[in-house]
């Protein structure tokens, strides 16, 4: 609290008096907090792949080169590490974009067919679903429209299908599926659930789950490609669209993700 006192008394009135300026700058200080937490986080997930670069061009550059069946392995992982440096920075500038859209008077949201969004978000996924032998299905009347902005809903459906893929195992199936309902006002609302039968997630994770850069599992997830940014993302667009998206999840059993929005039945 900034408690700030300011003497009225100009010295020509007899009676003076006093303001108290009261300033309630806990909520200043932690937005302070979280910036500077966010800036040293950021600092930190860019540096680990550089490092790892360096350290492996060094070695090639000290003799390794000479040695191909030590070298192409290095040079792999050299390429790897740039292609997850430049996840980092796609997420970092999908995030701040939409925190920017959000801020100068709000997304673009139109009414449409949620069917299509969900199956394109699909499609995008299929290479992934494919190549870790999982697969994907999609349950949605065709009736169902949402008031959406397609493509950044398609973003947070296609992040959350892409967790599931990842941490599911093979031969699991991942399920799309929609349905309208009524909201506690009952207004008519659409809710997507993303749902996994995979590894689950300890409760004590739940509720950080959607902070940039949380991991329930650090190593797991970093070898999986993720950035930690992917939750991040899907919670700052369902917030751009007035929705809400909870979790539920018990591990070795699997989890659920669930995005409410606006919508009716055509
Ligand atoms: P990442 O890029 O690391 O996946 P996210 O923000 O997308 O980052 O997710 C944050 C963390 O939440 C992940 O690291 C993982 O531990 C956990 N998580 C997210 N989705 C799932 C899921 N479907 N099943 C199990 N764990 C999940």
């Not at 350290?55 to 000479?66: C, F, I, N, S």
């Not at 500038?93 to 394109?120: K, M």
Request: proline share 3%; hydrophobic share 40%; aromatic share 4%.
């Amino acid at each position: 609290l900034h408690v700030r006192i300011v003497s009225l008394h100009d010295g020509r009135a007899k009676e003076g008096g006093a303001l108290a300026v009261i300033n309630d700058v806990t909520k200043l200080r932690r937005l302070e907090t979280v910036r500077r937490d966010f800036v040293a986080n950021v600092s930190h997930e860019l540096r680990t792949p550089i490092t790892s670069i360096r350290g492996y061009v060094e070695t090639l550059l000290d003799g390794a080169l000479d040695n191909r069946e030590v070298a192409i392995p290095f040079l792999e992982t050299v390429l790897r590490q740039s292609e997850r440096l430049n996840a980092i920075i796609d997420d970092l500038l999908a995030l701040s974009r939409i925190e920017q859209e959000s801020r100068a008077g709000g997304i673009d949201l139109r009414e449409g067919p949620l069917v299509a969004v969900l199956e394109a978000a699909v499609q995008t996924c299929r290479i992934e679903a494919e190549k870790a032998g999982v697969g994907l299905a999609v349950d949605c009347p065709a009736g169902i429209l949402a008031t959406m902005n397609d493509t950044l809903l398609e973003q947070a459906i296609v992040n959350l299908v892409v967790n599931a893929i990842r941490y599911s195992r093979r031969d699991d199936v991942v399920t799309i599926s929609a349905a309208v309902r009524a909201d506690a006002e009952g207004k008519p609302q659409v809710a997507i659930a993303v749902r996994d039968t995979g590894c689950g997630i300890a409760p004590q994770h739940l509720p950080r789950l959607f902070e940039r850069f949380y991991r329930s599992d650090q190593a797991r997830s970093r070898t999986e490609g993720g950035t930690g940014l992917g939750l991040a993302i899907v919670k700052h667009i369902v917030q751009a669209h007035d929705g809400t998206i909870d979790v539920r999840s018990q591990e070795g059993i699997g989890s659920e993700f669930i995005i409410t929005l606006k919508g009716r039945m055509a």
